[in-house]
């Protein structure tokens, strides 16, 4: 390891914060970038797990169909989080279909490269392993979610997930324009259902549509309150 990377993590482990674009570059993992547009198919379900994502910069959504149709958002995932990980436990097809939802630019890390640098590197394994434990239990809370709130909770909760509340970063208040629909299919519940709990949502002042989404800190009473 060369002094300039030894400082880099040194640095980062001071600030509790592991910058991976940073790492992966002075590292010089081998990688390529790719570019979606907003709804472009990432990876569907049954793909060859071959590669390990890192989204740089917009936003993926991690869906399942059921064998009746009905589309079931898993996962929304963020700058900063890793997708398609499965394939270093041995996962060999992928379990979900990932959609970006935004704009998004991923950095792709090919599964063995990815397994040499996490053995090669133990500061950088040990802050994957922290990420993947803490996405396994933000899932298994989304899942209790789903199966137990209501569907206003449901969608307050969306909102407040799309607009980052309760990450360390600044949430992100002002938001573009998601349609009812996606925000539906996000929610896990119907279309009609959005519409009204939007509309309420409004009046209540705990959002506010104009061009753009604007959410309230005061919409976290619809979740932690009954």
């Known amino acids: 390891m060369t002094a300039i990377h030894s400082s880099r993590i040194q640095k980062s482990h001071k600030n509790n914060v592991f910058d991976v674009r940073t790492y992966l570059d002075s590292a010089r993992v081998a990688r390529?970038?790719?570019?979606?547009?907003a709804n472009d198919v990432i990876f569907s379900k049954g793909d060859v797990c071959k590669d390990v994502m890192y989204i740089q910069k917009g936003s993926v959504r991690l869906s399942v169909v059921s064998n009746f149709g009905r589309k079931v958002v898993v996962a929304l995932l963020k700058q900063g989080d890793f997708v398609g990980e499965g394939g270093l436990a041995g996962q060999p097809t992928q379990?979900?279909?990932a959609t970006a939802v935004t704009a998004t630019t991923i950095l792709v890390i090919g599964l063995k490269e990815m397994i040499r640098v996490l053995h090669a590197e133990h500061s950088f394994s040990d802050r994957f392993i922290t990420?993947?434990?803490?996405r396994n239990i933000q899932i298994q809370a989304d899942l209790i979610h789903q199966l137990f709130n209501s569907h206003e909770k449901?969608?307050?909760?969306t909102l407040l997930l799309l607009a980052r509340y309760g990450k360390r970063s600044n949430p992100e208040s002002v938001l573009p324009a998601v349609p009812q629909a996606k925000l539906a299919k996000m929610a896990g519940i119907t279309q009609a259902h959005a519409k009204f709990f939007m509309k309420k949502f409004e009046a209540l002042g705990f959002i506010h549509c104009n061009g753009k989404l604007h959410v309230n800190d005061s919409l976290l009473n619809v979740v932690l309150y009954d």
């Open 32 to 37: 390529k970038i790719l570019k979606f547009h």
């Open 95 to 97: 379990l979900a279909t």
């Open 131 to 134: 990420y993947t434990l803490k």
């Open 154 to 157: 449901r969608l307050a909760r």
